[in-house]
């Protein structure tokens, strides 16, 4: 059984930081993707970031690009989400999921491919 928890979030003024924490357990994550995605209210989830286990590949949508940088520890079995220049409009939850199966770029942005969900963090940026 895969779990999967997230931390980080919490309140914070336009313009500010917030480090977000995936930790993963249950399973060797090795061949897996760990992505992050968020829900605002009244609006559908929404993919933000991935990164592969192995390797250098990561991919973001166009609306964090540049300022949200997703990393791996594989030695902690963790995944973060580095945010920067917050706006009021990434205010949402935030959850990481992982998935098995192989993606590259945009194919990766797919949640129906994620087999495993966090329970979320609530990320709010005031303005």
């Known amino acids: 059984q895969v779990q999967l928890v997230e931390s980080g979030g919490g309140l914070v003024q336009a313009g500010g930081s917030l480090r977000l924490s995936c930790a993963a357990s249950?399973?060797?994550?090795?061949?897996?993707?760990m992505g992050w995605f968020r829900q605002a209210p009244g609006k559908e989830r929404e993919f933000v970031a991935v990164v592969r286990w192995i390797g250098s590949m990561t991919y973001y949508a166009d609306s964090v690009k540049g300022r949200f940088t997703i990393s791996r520890d594989n030695a902690k079995n963790s995944v973060y989400l580095q945010m920067n220049s917050l706006k009021p409009e990434d205010t949402a939850v935030y959850y990481c999921a992982t998935r098995a199966s192989y993606c590259s770029g945009y194919g990766c942005s797919d949640s129906n491919e994620y087999n495993y969900w966090g329970q979320g963090t609530q990320v709010t940026v005031s303005s």
């Open positions: 249950g399973r060797s994550f090795s061949t897996y993707y």
